[in-house]
């Protein structure tokens, strides 16, 4: 016979057990009180309405104006643009022209301060962050790849077929603001390459670094390859952009290899440019290495972010294509 005492424990202890088990299945998680706060319209930059609004939002409670400006001081441009769209008032502190001041300055930092503040007034109505927009530049923060494959003959084991292999390999450069770059043709994978091109291992891993210069949207660079028979590799590209401000293409205009004597190795690691400049298309000074225009390999280059190299497509596995040809 079962007492009333006996059920009243029994249900006691379902009660219990069900309450543990709730509490297990809702964890506190503060950081969730940050979000679906309604934040109110702030008053964008440079107005003249006088008023200011509270915002309610956390997270712009715990992070004041000048906190909030130093961090933003510390982001790279595209990381600015991406912030913009995190809420409306980060948008409109973002307008703030000293952030792109700041990064015109230093993305054309070759033409000098003057001359950038001539430009700004002359072309970009005094905006900074309109010039950064509209006006061709070099990107570097990461990698610019060209992919190219030739066909190379194979061995023939029979008589009546000539096998074919599709050869696949990779240009890399990388452009520094001081108007330096590094270059390498490679095999390897953007992600393999991505962790030596710099001037610290450039030289252990055949990276060879040279000078380049930009006018509007034209980039000519030079890359000297030294050995015993030293040669000048002379570049002609044209920057675009797959939307504005992009500037993450470079089509190949031109591609030249000449020879150069002892007379012209002096000094020539330091700027390249300066001594070629004059030279003509077909040029060479050395009889040995005669120029040749290459026409083949003019794949245009597309950049890749530092942030992208691990998962760029360019890291797939190219498949093994092999081609018998019947003789």
Known sequence: MTSDYGLDVSAELESASQLRA????????????????????VVPYGSAISKSSIDPALIHRYLPEELLFEIFTRMSPYTLGRAACVCRKWKYTIRNPVYWRNACLKAWQLYGVVENYKLLQS???GSWRKMWLLRPRIRTDGL???????????????????????????????????GRFLYKNSSQKVKDVAKFMNFRSAKVEG?????????????????????????????????????????????????????????????????????????????????????????????????????????????????????????
């Open 207 to 327: 990276v060879y670094s040279g000078s380049y210069t930009l006018s509007e949207d034209k980039v000519e660079a030079a890359v000297l390859y030294p050995g015993l028979r030293p040669t000048v590799w002379r570049i002609r590209l044209r920057l675009r952009g797959t939307i504005v401000g992009a500037n993450n293409r470079m089509d190949l205009l031109s591609l030249v290899t000449s020879g150069v004597n002892d007379t012209d190795m002096i000094g020539l690691d330091e700027n390249i440019l300066e001594i070629i400049e004059g030279w003509e298309e077909d040029e060479t000074h050395n009889p040995d290495v005669p120029a040749i225009s290459h026409k083949r390999g003019l794949t245009p280059f597309v950049f890749i972010p530092f942030e992208e190299v691990e998962t760029s497509v360019l890291n797939l596995p190219v498949e093994r294509m092999d081609y018998f040809v019947p003789g």
């Open 144 to 178: 610019y790849v060209s992919r190219n494959t030739y066909i190379r003959a194979g061995v023939a084991e029979w008589k009546v077929t000539n096998p074919v292999h599709v050869v696949c390999y990779f240009r890399y450069m990388r452009f520094y603001p001081s």
């Open 123 to 125: 072309k970009y109505d």
């Open 22 to 41: 709730a509490h297990f299945f809702s964890t506190q998680r503060p950081w969730l009180d940050l979000y679906g706060v309604y934040i109110k319209p």
